[in-house]
T-cell receptor
Framework: DSGVTQTPKHLITATGQRVTLRCSPRSGDLSVYWYQQSLDQGLQFLIQYYNGEERAKGNILERFSAQQFPDLHSELNLSSLELGDSALYFC???????????????FGPGTRLTVL | GDSVTQMEGPVTLSEEAFLTINCTYTATGYPSLFWYVQYPGEGLQLLLKATKADDKGSNKGFEATYRKETTSFHLEKGSVQVSDSAVYFCALSSSNTGNQFYFGTGTSLTVIP
Protein backbone atom coordinates (compact mmCIF):
# COMPACT_ATOMS: atom_id res chain seq x y z
CA ASP A 1 0.00 0.00 0.00
CA SER A 2 1.58 3.27 -1.19
CA GLY A 3 -0.55 5.51 1.04
CA VAL A 4 -2.06 7.26 -1.98
CA THR A 5 -5.81 6.74 -2.34
CA GLN A 6 -7.97 7.25 -5.39
CA THR A 7 -11.70 7.16 -5.84
CA PRO A 8 -13.65 5.77 -7.51
CA LYS A 9 -11.92 2.56 -8.55
CA HIS A 10 -14.09 2.17 -11.63
CA LEU A 11 -16.22 4.66 -13.53
CA ILE A 12 -18.48 3.96 -16.49
CA THR A 13 -20.09 6.87 -18.27
CA ALA A 14 -21.31 8.01 -21.67
CA THR A 15 -19.78 10.25 -24.31
CA GLY A 16 -20.31 13.94 -23.68
CA GLN A 17 -20.51 13.54 -19.93
CA ARG A 18 -18.28 15.01 -17.22
CA VAL A 19 -16.60 13.11 -14.39
CA THR A 20 -14.42 13.95 -11.40
CA LEU A 21 -11.64 11.72 -10.13
CA ARG A 22 -10.30 12.20 -6.65
CA CYS A 23 -6.89 11.63 -5.12
CA SER A 24 -5.56 11.87 -1.58
CA PRO A 25 -1.77 12.01 -1.35
CA ARG A 26 0.42 10.30 1.22
CA SER A 27 0.61 12.04 4.53
CA GLY A 28 3.25 14.78 4.32
CA ASP A 29 3.45 14.88 0.53
CA LEU A 30 2.84 18.28 -1.03
CA SER A 31 3.02 17.35 -4.71
CA VAL A 32 0.34 15.54 -6.67
CA TYR A 33 0.71 14.28 -10.22
CA TRP A 34 -1.90 12.94 -12.63
CA TYR A 35 -1.17 10.39 -15.36
CA GLN A 36 -3.23 8.72 -18.04
CA GLN A 37 -2.40 5.16 -19.05
CA SER A 38 -3.90 3.71 -22.19
CA LEU A 39 -2.92 0.71 -24.27
CA ASP A 40 -1.94 2.70 -27.33
CA GLN A 41 -0.22 5.68 -25.65
CA GLY A 42 1.43 4.23 -22.58
CA LEU A 43 1.87 6.33 -19.45
CA GLN A 44 1.26 10.01 -20.17
CA PHE A 45 1.95 12.76 -17.66
CA LEU A 46 -0.98 15.16 -17.45
CA ILE A 47 -0.35 17.74 -14.73
CA GLN A 48 1.40 18.39 -11.42
CA TYR A 49 0.37 20.46 -8.42
CA TYR A 50 2.52 21.51 -5.53
CA ASN A 51 0.91 22.83 -2.35
CA GLY A 52 -2.14 24.06 -4.22
CA GLU A 53 -0.35 25.62 -7.18
CA GLU A 54 0.04 24.22 -10.66
CA ARG A 55 3.72 23.37 -11.16
CA ALA A 56 3.94 21.58 -14.49
CA LYS A 57 1.72 20.67 -17.37
CA GLY A 58 2.10 17.73 -19.67
CA ASN A 59 -0.14 16.34 -22.38
CA ILE A 60 -3.38 17.48 -20.80
CA LEU A 61 -6.31 18.24 -23.07
CA GLU A 62 -8.23 21.50 -22.73
CA ARG A 63 -11.32 19.44 -21.81
CA PHE A 64 -9.44 18.25 -18.71
CA SER A 65 -8.67 20.32 -15.65
CA ALA A 66 -7.37 19.69 -12.18
CA GLN A 67 -6.93 21.40 -8.86
CA GLN A 68 -5.36 20.78 -5.49
CA PHE A 69 -7.25 21.86 -2.41
CA PRO A 70 -5.95 23.32 0.88
CA ASP A 71 -6.08 19.86 2.49
CA LEU A 72 -3.81 18.74 -0.40
CA HIS A 73 -6.25 16.32 -1.99
CA SER A 74 -6.63 16.75 -5.72
CA GLU A 75 -9.38 16.34 -8.27
CA LEU A 76 -9.11 15.72 -11.99
CA ASN A 77 -12.12 16.86 -13.99
CA LEU A 78 -12.75 15.36 -17.40
CA SER A 79 -15.49 16.90 -19.52
CA SER A 80 -17.10 16.37 -22.92
CA LEU A 81 -15.87 12.81 -22.69
CA GLU A 82 -14.98 10.89 -25.82
CA LEU A 83 -14.51 7.19 -26.40
CA GLY A 84 -10.76 7.75 -26.60
CA ASP A 85 -10.67 9.04 -23.02
CA SER A 86 -11.22 5.50 -21.76
CA ALA A 87 -8.08 4.71 -19.79
CA LEU A 88 -6.57 4.18 -16.39
CA TYR A 89 -5.96 7.44 -14.56
CA PHE A 90 -3.27 7.40 -11.91
CA CYS A 91 -2.47 9.86 -9.24
CA UNK A 92 0.97 9.98 -7.64
CA UNK A 93 2.34 12.04 -4.80
CA UNK A 94 5.76 13.09 -3.60
CA UNK A 95 7.28 15.35 -1.01
CA UNK A 96 7.93 17.84 -3.80
CA UNK A 97 11.47 18.98 -3.25
CA UNK A 98 12.13 21.32 -6.16
CA UNK A 99 15.85 21.65 -5.81
CA UNK A 100 16.79 18.07 -5.18
CA UNK A 101 16.51 15.44 -7.88
CA UNK A 102 15.80 12.71 -5.36
CA UNK A 103 12.07 13.10 -5.06
CA UNK A 104 10.24 9.77 -5.37
CA UNK A 105 6.70 9.46 -6.67
CA UNK A 106 4.27 7.04 -5.02
CA PHE A 107 1.34 5.90 -7.10
CA GLY A 108 -2.26 5.25 -6.20
CA PRO A 109 -4.16 2.19 -7.45
CA GLY A 110 -5.80 4.14 -10.28
CA THR A 111 -9.29 4.85 -11.55
CA ARG A 112 -10.43 2.89 -14.57
CA LEU A 113 -12.62 5.09 -16.74
CA THR A 114 -14.78 3.55 -19.43
CA VAL A 115 -16.60 5.85 -21.82
CA LEU A 116 -19.41 4.18 -23.76
CA GLY B 1 14.78 17.55 -23.46
CA ASP B 2 15.04 14.84 -20.85
CA SER B 3 13.90 11.39 -21.91
CA VAL B 4 14.15 7.69 -21.20
CA THR B 5 14.39 4.87 -23.72
CA GLN B 6 13.81 1.30 -22.66
CA MET B 7 13.87 -1.92 -24.57
CA GLU B 8 10.74 -2.97 -26.37
CA GLY B 9 8.82 -5.91 -25.08
CA PRO B 10 7.24 -8.19 -24.53
CA VAL B 11 9.88 -10.36 -22.90
CA THR B 12 9.15 -14.00 -22.11
CA LEU B 13 11.51 -16.01 -19.91
CA SER B 14 11.50 -19.36 -18.21
CA GLU B 15 11.60 -19.48 -14.44
CA GLU B 16 15.13 -19.09 -13.03
CA ALA B 17 16.42 -17.41 -16.19
CA PHE B 18 18.55 -14.26 -16.07
CA LEU B 19 16.76 -11.00 -16.78
CA THR B 20 18.09 -7.80 -18.30
CA ILE B 21 15.88 -4.90 -19.32
CA ASN B 22 17.84 -2.12 -20.94
CA CYS B 23 17.26 1.53 -20.14
CA THR B 24 19.16 4.54 -21.41
CA TYR B 25 18.50 8.16 -20.68
CA THR B 26 19.08 11.67 -21.94
CA ALA B 27 19.18 14.42 -19.38
CA THR B 28 20.71 17.76 -18.59
CA GLY B 29 22.30 17.91 -15.21
CA TYR B 30 22.37 14.99 -12.80
CA PRO B 31 19.11 13.07 -12.73
CA SER B 32 17.90 10.46 -10.31
CA LEU B 33 16.94 7.18 -11.94
CA PHE B 34 14.14 4.80 -11.01
CA TRP B 35 12.60 1.48 -11.88
CA TYR B 36 8.90 1.06 -11.23
CA VAL B 37 6.92 -2.16 -11.55
CA GLN B 38 3.23 -2.54 -12.37
CA TYR B 39 1.60 -5.87 -11.56
CA PRO B 40 -1.60 -6.76 -13.40
CA GLY B 41 -4.52 -4.63 -12.28
CA GLU B 42 -2.43 -2.47 -9.95
CA GLY B 43 -0.71 0.90 -9.85
CA LEU B 44 3.00 1.49 -10.29
CA GLN B 45 5.24 0.60 -7.38
CA LEU B 46 8.76 1.85 -6.82
CA LEU B 47 11.14 -1.07 -7.30
CA LEU B 48 14.50 0.66 -6.85
CA LYS B 49 16.28 3.92 -7.42
CA ALA B 50 19.73 5.50 -7.67
CA THR B 51 20.45 9.16 -7.15
CA LYS B 52 24.02 9.58 -8.36
CA ALA B 53 26.55 8.06 -10.72
CA ASP B 54 27.85 4.58 -9.80
CA ASP B 55 25.09 4.09 -7.24
CA LYS B 56 23.47 0.68 -7.31
CA GLY B 57 19.81 0.35 -6.45
CA SER B 58 18.55 -3.04 -5.35
CA ASN B 59 15.34 -4.62 -4.11
CA LYS B 60 13.72 -8.08 -4.19
CA GLY B 61 16.71 -9.52 -6.07
CA PHE B 62 16.59 -6.82 -8.76
CA GLU B 63 19.57 -4.53 -9.30
CA ALA B 64 20.42 -1.55 -11.48
CA THR B 65 23.58 0.56 -11.58
CA TYR B 66 23.61 4.22 -12.54
CA ARG B 67 26.22 4.47 -15.32
CA LYS B 68 26.91 8.06 -16.28
CA GLU B 69 29.48 7.16 -18.93
CA THR B 70 26.97 5.09 -20.89
CA THR B 71 23.86 7.00 -19.67
CA SER B 72 22.28 3.71 -18.72
CA PHE B 73 20.36 2.14 -15.85
CA HIS B 74 19.76 -1.46 -16.92
CA LEU B 75 17.58 -3.65 -14.70
CA GLU B 76 18.88 -7.13 -13.88
CA LYS B 77 17.81 -10.15 -11.88
CA GLY B 78 19.74 -13.34 -11.64
CA SER B 79 16.83 -15.77 -11.38
CA VAL B 80 13.31 -14.69 -12.24
CA GLN B 81 10.15 -16.18 -10.76
CA VAL B 82 6.63 -16.46 -12.11
CA SER B 83 5.62 -13.78 -9.60
CA ASP B 84 7.95 -11.29 -11.36
CA SER B 85 5.59 -11.20 -14.34
CA ALA B 86 4.68 -7.52 -14.65
CA VAL B 87 5.38 -4.36 -16.65
CA TYR B 88 8.61 -2.56 -15.75
CA PHE B 89 9.08 1.18 -16.26
CA CYS B 90 12.35 3.06 -16.22
CA ALA B 91 12.10 6.72 -15.19
CA LEU B 92 14.23 9.74 -14.45
CA SER B 93 13.79 12.86 -12.40
CA SER B 94 15.99 15.90 -12.57
CA SER B 95 16.21 18.95 -10.39
CA ASN B 96 17.00 20.87 -13.60
CA THR B 97 13.41 20.32 -14.68
CA GLY B 98 11.77 20.87 -11.31
CA ASN B 99 11.78 17.15 -10.52
CA GLN B 100 9.62 16.29 -13.49
CA PHE B 101 9.40 12.56 -14.02
CA TYR B 102 10.01 11.10 -17.46
CA PHE B 103 8.90 7.50 -17.93
CA GLY B 104 9.91 4.97 -20.52
CA THR B 105 7.25 3.11 -22.47
CA GLY B 106 7.36 0.07 -20.21
CA THR B 107 8.55 -3.48 -20.84
CA SER B 108 6.18 -6.36 -20.27
CA LEU B 109 7.78 -9.43 -18.71
CA THR B 110 6.13 -12.84 -18.60
CA VAL B 111 7.84 -15.65 -16.70
CA ILE B 112 6.68 -19.15 -17.51
CA PRO B 113 7.11 -22.13 -15.18
Amino acid sequence: DSGVTQTPKHLITATGQRVTLRCSPRSGDLSVYWYQQSLDQGLQFLIQYYNGEERAKGNILERFSAQQFPDLHSELNLSSLELGDSALYFCASSVGHRDRGTDTQYFGPGTRLTVL
Amino acid sequence: GDSVTQMEGPVTLSEEAFLTINCTYTATGYPSLFWYVQYPGEGLQLLLKATKADDKGSNKGFEATYRKETTSFHLEKGSVQVSDSAVYFCALSSSNTGNQFYFGTGTSLTVIP
